[in-house]
């Protein structure tokens, strides 16, 4: 039974438990709703947890374990001896996989009956010819072992997903069963579903929680990992990045000081372009503009934070790099070979970055006290002087917040510096160098075809720990600043 | 006796006029907040202004330094002229017109500076001092006037935020006569403040009349029966009543002020 349809019928025993709760609670009552504890509704929705819950914490919980058992279980019937010398057990296993997916796919288009899937023997059939047939991808002919357990796999899955039908609905059932049996009038279903929905509330919270904790907790091992196979020093300290892809290790240079250096140099420039910019139109905006020129211009820079930084990647390849190139390029000052530079992903970052450091700053300096603007001007003093002297000291702390956290967005930004500053790893003073990023490299990394235990692939990991350290510091450092010195104006 | 009559009358027009109002008119957009106000501000005087709120204190006071002009829908009309000269002639400059007719608000603002520079805050801007030294001296003279300087001497670097809510409004009022205005216009300043600050405000107004005309907004009928040698009652935007507080309290001509100093209405 697809797992659709056992929603369903969940939720339609759920539903039916809701009326007869709901109307025994009001019988026990004897129709009169005020001898009742709680609203009637209160009892119906009693019933409906109970049938749900369990029933579908069941479900998920099968449906995780159910293949996880199934390939331990399917694994064992492979025999050493059916293991090819250059393959795996897990190579196998995908085998088994496919074919299995190529039987079901087989019998559904009627081109097997449902008997011979279960007990053909690919030495005596041309069981291989119609999986192809029935559009299976089945790469080698198919040997015995592998068939014989791809059928015993789909026999398991099948009989696990019949058991897990008849255990879901047997306990939404009797879910179901308990909550009409508890109501009564006196019975405090008010506060059980209360209770029931504060759990539901921090099984959410929780689930957000373990998540972020899961990830960092992969980056960690990984790192750990890394760090076995490649010397942390080397890493750290390193000046040289040249991974090497065609013999595994060994030759494999990989100092991260060059991608920091490229990430710093191009979240620099990107920083020098922003956050004057940004800042000054916040300034104007929120100091200067009338209320019809902002209700026009917030929404417009608004419109630029929500271009995705992709689009911002194709303006750099195909716009900023050729113009810049022509100014400082061979023809021009000379100082510039090719459009991907510093230069180009730099300038580009900072204009995806202007909304940001704008419409943050316009929050914060709205949020100085108007009565300070009115002690400055009741002094004489005019609005450029109220804003430089008084204003901006007040809203300094907000700001430099928002430049922390502009600056990592920076750091973290990728697809910009793909396109934009070239992949060649350099320790370089030149902005019109081609440079690249921890980001840029962590994709180059992944996208080979590198083994996913070499130190050319756990690198990515290190990498990614690394990038994940300095922003998280420059975030609880923005937050502290923030905090810090708010509280002071209120 | 007839001649005493006429000394005390001299007595009161020796004193220099220095605010002249004259129909003076104040919208919100739409809304016509002060109507017909004719009044007559004196040098070396404490004015209050009294009225239940909402009846247009603030906004009258606020178009003495055309503080008003901060507010986009805010509209004047009519003359206001300060010392002879229409405040609001196109020659006149309102930064210059501020640094004259200083204001203290009624929530203590002090800047996110430090106690030294909150009050030299002024004097920089308007280039009143020639070198350190002589800011050094306003910047004590005026916290001496704001009978502040004794509790703060020996913080002036701490940040003025830090200070406690009474001492907050002195160093406000300190550094709105750093800048040597002639007029000082207060809005409602003890309102934030505790008894004892209030009380220590209230002396220091006192002292200051000696050199500025001084108007004050009050919702304390003792306050300005304390503070304030003349009283103008406002309501629901008009000038009921204008006279010495003596008058306006023992004998009040209008029936609204009546009821208002009696607690009727308000
Ligand atoms: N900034 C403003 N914008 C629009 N209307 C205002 C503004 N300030 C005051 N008003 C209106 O002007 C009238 C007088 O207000 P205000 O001068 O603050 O009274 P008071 O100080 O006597 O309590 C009120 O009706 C108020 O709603
Ligand atoms: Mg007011």
């Known amino acids: 039974m697809p797992v659709f349809w056992l929603i369903l019928i969940v939720l339609a025993i759920a539903a039916a438990g809701f009326v007869v709760g709901r109307s025994r609670a009001l019988s026990s009552a004897e129709g009169d709703a005020r001898k009742l504890h709680s609203l009637p509704s209160f009892y119906g929705n009693n019933v409906v947890i109970k049938a749900i819950v369990p029933a579908f914490l069941v479900m998920i919980v099968w449906l995780l374990a159910q293949p996880l058992v199934v390939a331990s279980s399917v694994s064992g019937l492979i025999p050493e001896s059916a293991i090819p010398d250059n393959s795996s057990r897990g190579l196998v296993m995908a085998e088994v996989r496919r074919a299995a997916d190529g039987l079901d796919a087989a019998v559904a288009s009627g081109g097997m009956t449902e008997d011979f899937a279960r007990n053909a023997r690919a030495d005596f059939n041309d069981v291989t010819e119609r999986l192809q047939e029935a559009g299976a991808i089945v790469t080698s002919q198919v040997t015995q072992p592998v068939l014989r357990a791809a059928q015993r796999f789909r026999v398991l899955n099948a009989t696990g997903k019949t058991l897990m039908s008849g255990a879901v609905i047997a306990l939404s059932i009797l879910g179901a069963l308990w909550g009409i049996r508890?109501?009564?009038?006196?019975?405090?279903?008010?506060?059980?579903?209360?209770?029931?929905?504060?759990?539901?509330?921090?099984?959410?919270?929780?689930?957000?929680?373990?998540?972020t904790v899961g990830i960092v907790l992969s980056l960690v091992f990984n790192t750990v990992e890394f760090f076995r196979l490649y010397p942390a020093s080397d890493f750290f300290f390193g000046t040289t990045w040249s991974p090497s892809f065609s013999g595994r290790g060994g030759s494999s240079e990989l100092g991260v000081l060059p991608l920091l250096w490229g990430t710093f140099y191009i979240s620099i420039v990107a920083l020098l372009v922003a956050v004057p910019i940004g800042l000054f139109s916040a300034i104007y905006l929120s100091e200067y503009a009338s209320s019809r020129v902002r209700s026009v211009a917030k929404p417009m820079l608004e419109v630029l934070?929500?271009?995705?930084?992709?689009?911002?990647?194709?303006?750099?390849?195909?716009?900023?790099?050729?113009?810049?190139?022509?100014?400082?390029?061979?023809?021009?000052?000379?100082?510039?070979?090719?459009?991907?530079?510093?230069?180009?992903?730099?300038?580009?970052?900072?204009?995806?970055?202007?909304?940001?450091?704008?419409?943050?700053?316009?929050?914060?300096i709205n949020a100085v006290p108007q009565s300070m603007r009115d002690g400055s001007y009741g002094l004489g003093a005019t609005q450029s002087e109220t804003i430089r002297q008084v204003v901006l000291p007040a809203a300094l702390p907000g700001i430099v917040?928002?430049?922390?956290?502009?600056?990592?967005?920076?750091?973290?930004?990728?697809?910009?510096?793909?396109?934009?500053?070239?992949?060649?790893a350099k320790l370089d003073l030149n902005p019109f160098e081609a440079m690249t990023t921890v980001t840029a490299k962590i994709v180059s990394q992944l996208t080979g075809d590198a083994d996913f235990a070499s130190p050319e692939a756990l690198v990515a990991f290190a990498l990614g720990m690394t990038l994940?350290?300095?922003?998280?510091?420059?975030?609880?450092?923005?937050?502290y600043i923030v905090r810090k010195y708010r509280e002071q104006y209120e | 006796m007839m001649k005493d009559n006429i000394d005390t009358k001299v007595g009161v027009d020796a004193m220099e006029t220095k605010f002249n109002c004259?129909?003076?008119?104040?919208?919100?957009?739409?809304?016509?907040?002060?109507?017909?106000?004719?009044?007559?501000?004196?040098?070396?005087?404490?004015?209050?202004f009294i009225g239940p709120s909402g009846c247009g204190k603030s906004t009258f006071l606020r178009s003495l330094n055309r503080m008003n002009d901060t507010i986009p829908i805010c509209r004047v009309e009519g003359d206001i002229l300060l010392d002879g000269e229409d405040i609001n002639d196109a020659k006149v400059d309102p930064v210059q017109l501020r640094a004259k007719v200083g204001m203290v608000f009624q929530k203590p603002n002090p800047f996110p500076k430090s106690i030294y520079d909150?009050?030299?805050?002024?004097?920089?801007?308007?280039?009143?001092?020639?070198?350190?030294?002589?800011?050094?001296?306003i910047v004590e003279k005026s916290l001496r006037r704001g009978a502040i300087w004794d509790e703060v001497k020996d913080r002036l670097d701490a940040p003025g935020t830090g200070l406690s809510g009474g001492q907050q409004q002195r160093l406000c009022i300190a550094r709105a006569v750093a800048t040597e205005p002639e007029v000082?216009?207060?809005?409602?300043?003890?309102?934030?403040?505790?008894?004892?600050?209030?009380?220590?405000?209230?002396?220091?107004i006192d002292e200051l009349k000696a050199n500025y005309s001084v108007v004050i907004v009050t919702h304390s009928m003792q306050q300005a029966a304390r503070v304030s040698q003349k009283t103008a009652f406002f309501h629901l935007g008009n000038l009921v009543e204008y006279d010495d507080t003596n008058e306006i309290f023992t004998n009040p001509r209008d029936q609204r002020t009546e009821s208002y100093i009696t607690g009727r209405i308000g």
């Open chain 1, 468 to 479: 994940f350290v300095i922003t998280l510091g420059l975030n609880v450092f923005a937050l």
């Open chain 2, 118 to 137: 909150n009050i030299a805050y002024g004097p920089r801007i308007h280039g009143l001092a020639r070198n350190k030294a002589e800011l050094d001296e």
């Open chain 1, 305 to 364: 934070a929500g271009i995705p930084t992709i689009v911002y990647g194709l303006f750099a390849l195909l716009t900023v790099g050729p113009l810049l190139l022509s100014v400082f390029g061979p023809n021009g000052l000379g100082w510039m070979q090719a459009g991907t530079a510093v230069m180009t992903a730099g300038l580009v970052m900072g204009i995806m970055l202007i909304p940001f450091v704008s419409s943050l700053s316009d929050d914060i």
């Open chain 1, 401 to 424: 917040g928002a430049i922390l956290l502009a600056s990592s967005r920076a750091i973290g930004e990728t697809m910009i510096v793909v396109l934009g500053a070239g992949a060649a």
């Open chain 2, 22 to 48: 004259r129909d003076v008119q104040v919208y919100y957009a739409d809304n016509h907040a002060i109507k017909d106000v004719n009044v007559d501000i004196l040098d070396k005087t404490v004015t209050a």
């Open chain 1, 182 to 211: 508890e109501t009564k009038a006196e019975f405090r279903a008010r506060n059980t579903v209360e209770t029931s929905i504060r759990m539901l509330l921090i099984a959410a919270a929780s689930i957000a929680i373990l998540t």
């Open chain 2, 184 to 204: 000082l216009l207060m809005d409602e300043p003890c309102s934030a403040l505790d008894p004892i600050a209030t009380a220590q405000v209230e002396e220091l």
